[in-house]
C-alpha cells in the first residue's frame, strides 16, 4: 500500500473573505494559537504520519498568519513528526499581507521547497470586493521574498468570474500574474458558496452574478492563453508551468490516502473519509484529552469509490484509467457504470481512449454533469 | 318522564365568530351542566383541529335542565353549529331536530354574509328564531344600529333583540328565559309510533356508531327492536341516552327529546343522516320523516402521498376522516408526474382545508396536494352529458359539442364605501351583477352569479384584501350554464405533459398559461441544451418561455476537504432526481410540478 500524504490545517486568518468557505477565523488571541501549536503537536504524535509521507501541504487559512515566533515552533512540531528534508513535495500556503522575508526563510529552512500565494486579483477594486488584506504590490513582494529565501517552486492562486469581469480584464491578470514567473498556477471560477457573505448578498441582491457566457469564455481562454504560455492545463483549474503539476493535491483526485491534522482537516484512508471538528476550541479539545478529534465520518462502499473515482478523475486533463480503477477498487466502472458511460460519451462529453475516459473539448466545461451520471447510478 | 311542554330544542346560528361556541360555553355554566372548574373555553369544540382554529366544525348538541324563573324545570337540547359556509350542511341537518334558533349576532361586525344565509335557513325550517347581540362589551359594539340591520336584512322584528356579552356573561340569563319564553316545546305523541330522525352520526371506537336522533314522535328504550326506514336494517337498542354533554344513558327517550342511541352499528356507511328509526314490529313500523338532501361536493383536489409507498396508508387514512364525515368523497387517481393517489371532493375551500389538515395531523400523513378545481360538464356530439372533475378526464375534443361550468350566487356584505372595490373584483372574475339590498344605511349586501371556478381561484383573499377585511360573503350552487372553456396543454420541447394541463375559460388561458410556465422556468433545472415551455389551445402556442442552457457546469475548487461535501452536493441533486419525470429529453423534477399544481403562493 502506498503510504498517506499530510495535510496541515492552519485555520486564522487577518480577515474572514466573504466568498470564503474554508476553515477559518479571524483570531488575534495568542494564547489560541499557542494552544494551536501544542494541540497539533499531540495530533501528530496521536496520528503518527509515515515520517516520509509521498507529499505534505501546510494550508489553511493563512499558515503565515502566526507572527515569526509562532511560526517558528509551529515549523519545529512538524519536524518533530516529519522528516520534511526527505519528502518529495512539501508546500506552504503563503498569503501575501503576512509572508515577510523572515518567515519565507524560516519555511524554507524548515525544509519547505513549494509555496502557494493568493493573489487572487491584481486589481485594487476586486482586491477591496474580495476583502483581501493586501494590495497587489504585496503579491510582487511575496514571491520576491520567496525567492530570496531559495523557493524555486512558486504557485499564485488566481480567481475569475468576478462580478463584471470581462474576457480583457482576466486576461490583464493573468498577464501580471505571468510577469511574476510563477512556477505553476491556480485559476478558480468564483463560486458562490452556501454560508458565506458573499452568497448571501447575492441571494439579497445585493451583488450580481457575473454573466455565464462571459465566465465560461474566460475559463476556455485561460486555457488556451496559459498554453501558449507554457503552461498546460492538468486539471479543471490548475496549470503546471515549470514546477510541474501540484502532486499533493492531484494525489486527492486520484483518491490517495492523506492524513489531515488541524480543525476541520480531512483524512482519506480506503474509502474511509473523516473531517476533524471545526471550532478551534472543540479541535483542541479532545485532542488534549487524546480522544480523536473526527467531528464527522463516512465510509463509502466500493462501488460508491468507483464513481467517486470517475467523478474526480475526469477533472484530471488525463482522464481516469478505467482500468486501473477496476484493479484498485475491484469494482470496473465500464460495466458497473454501463449506462452512464453510454449516455455521457452519446451526449458528446466524455469518450473513451484506451484505457481512460477523457472529457472531449465540448465536455471540458461540464466535468460535473459527466461526474454526476455516474454518482447517481450508485 | 319529562312533560314535552317542558322541553325545547333550539339551535345557536351565527355567521362564523360571532361567539355561538361562547355562549354555548355560558349557558352550559348557567344551567350548571358543567362544573366551573372542568369549564374551558369553547368546551364543545373538543376535536384538536377546531380548538387550534377557533371554530366549528362538526355541530355538537349538549341537554342542560334549567330552573326558569316561573319556578318549573326545563330540558333544553342544545346544537351548537359551524359558522363557516362550507359547514352548512351541519347547520340545516341540526335545524330539523330542533324548534327555535338562538340568531347571535355579533354587535360590533353586524350582519354578514352567513348571518343572512342561516337565518334563512332557519326560516325555511320553520323555526323560531330569536335575535340575540353579542360582544356588547366591545368599546365599538353598536348594537342599535346592528338591531336596524338585522331588521332591514332579515325581516326578523329586533327591536326587543337581548344584547349580551358571551364573553363576560352579561345578559346571558336573559336568554335562557327568553328561550322558555319564545321558543316553542316541540310537538309530538309519545304514544304514537315511533320515529326518530337521525340528524348525525358519529364513530366511536370503543362503542361503534353512536348515532344522534330527535325523537318527533313516540317512545324508545333500550332493549327495543328497532329499523332504520330507508336503508332497511333491524337493530336492538344496547343503550339511548342523553348528552350532557357526554353521553349519560337513560332507559326511555320520548317524542320531542334529542338523544343518542346506540346498537351495535360497525360502520358508519351504514347508517343514513336523515334517515328515520321506528320499531321493527311489522304493526309498529311509521313511514320516515322528510330527510335531507345529501351534500354534493363542489370542489375537488387530488391528495398524493410524497412517499409513494404511503399509497395504502393515505387509502386507510381517508376512509377512517370519511368515517365522521361523509361529505367528502374520494377516489383513486393516478397521475404522470405525481403517482397514485385520490381525487377528492369537498363542501367548499375551508372544508377542503380541513380535510387536509386532519390527514396531516392526526394520520400523520405527508401529503402533496394540487391545486383545486371544480367539476365541469361536457355536452358530447351525441348529446349526453358527462361530468369532468379533472382535465384527465376530458374526452376526445372531437365527440365534445360544448362545456358547461357550475354557477354559484354570490353574496357579499359589505360597508358602503367599499361597494366599488367589490363591483370590479366581482366583474374581473366575471360575475354578472344582480342586486343589492341595503342594511341600515352603511352595509350592504351584493348578490351576483358567478362561475364557480372564479371563486375557488383565491377569490376570497381578494376580496379581502380589496375591502381591507371587511367583506364577508357567501355562495350557492345554482346551476351550470354553457360556457366558453379550453383545455390548456403545457408543453415541454414539444412533448405534452399531461399532468399540467387544465381547463379553464377562454379569456383566463393566456395569463393561467403564463403563470404556469413562468414557475416550471424556475423550478425546471438547466440542461445541457436549451429548454422550450409553450402553453398552447388546440394548435395555438399561447405562451412560451425559455429555459437556458447550461454553460457551465464544474466544481472550480476540489481539495481534499471539499470532495465529501460537494460530492454530497452532487448527490442531493441525484435524489432530487430520482423524483425527476423524463419529458422527452427533459428532466422535471417533482418540485415542479408540486409548485404548478399545488395551491399557495402564486
Ligand atoms: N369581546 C367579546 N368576545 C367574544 C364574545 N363572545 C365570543 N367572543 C370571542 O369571539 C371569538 C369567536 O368565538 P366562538 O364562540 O368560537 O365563535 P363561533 O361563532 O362559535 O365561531 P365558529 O364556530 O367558527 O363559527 C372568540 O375569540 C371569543 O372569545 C363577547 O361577548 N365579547
Ligand atoms: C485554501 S484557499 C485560501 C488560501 C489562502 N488563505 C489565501 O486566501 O490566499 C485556496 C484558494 O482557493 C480559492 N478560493 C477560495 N474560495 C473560493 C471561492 N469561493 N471560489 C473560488 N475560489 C476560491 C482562492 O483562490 C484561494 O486562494
Ligand atoms: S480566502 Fe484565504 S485569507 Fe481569505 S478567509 Fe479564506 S483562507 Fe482566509
Ligand atoms: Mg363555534
Redesign the interface.
Known sequence: MALPSLYVHVPFCVVKCGYCDFNSYVVDDAAVMDRFVRALDLELAAVAPPSVPPTVFVGGGTPTYLDAARFESFLAVLRTHVELDRVAEVTIEANPESLDRTKAQLAFDAGFRRASVGAQSFDAARLRFLDRAHDAAAVGRAVADLRAAGFENISLDLMFGLPGQTVAEWERDLETALALEPDHLSCYHLTFEPGTRLTRDHRQGRVAANDEDEDKRMFLRTRELLHARGFEAYEVSNFAGPGGPCRHNDHYWLQGDYIGVGPGASSHAGGWRGTNLKAVEAWAQAVERGLPPTGEAETLTRRQRAAEAVWLGVRRTAGVDLVAVARRLGVDPRAAFEGALRRVTAAGLALCTGDSLVLTEEGLPFGDAVGTAFLEDV | MTDTRLIRNFSIVAHVDHGKSTLADRLLELTLTVEKRQMKEQLLDDMELERERGITIKARAVAMRYKAADGQTYLFNLIDTPGHVDFNYEVQKSLQACEGALLLVDASQGVEAQTVVNALLAEQAQLAVVPVLNKIDLPHARPEQVATEVEDALCIPAEDAIAISAKTGVNCEQVLEAIVALVPPPVGNPDNKLQALIFDAAYDDYRGVVIYMRVKEGTIRKGDSVRTVAAGKAYEVLEIGRLAPRMVAENVLHAGEVGYLICNIKQLEDVKIGDTVTHEKEALRAPALAGFKDPKPMVFCGFYPTNTADFDDLRKSLEKLRINDSSFSFEPETSDALGFGFRCGFLGLLHMEVIQQRLEREQDMDLVQTAPNVTYRVVLTDGTEKEVRSPSEMPDPARIESYREPIVEVRIVVPTEHIGAVMKLATDRRGIYEKTDYYGSQRVMLTFAMPFSEIIFDFHDRLKSATRGFATMDYELRGFEDADLVKVRILVSTNEVDALSFLCHRTVADTRGRKILQKLRTEIPRH?FEVALQAAVGGKIIARENI?A????????????D??RK?KL??K??KG?KRMKQVGNVEIPQAAFLSVLSTGDD
Do not use: P
Open positions: 445541457l437556458r447550461l454553460s457551465k457546469n464544474v466544481t472550480a475548487k476540489c481539495y481534499g476537504g470532495i465529501t460530492r452532487l448527490e441533486q441525484k432526481k
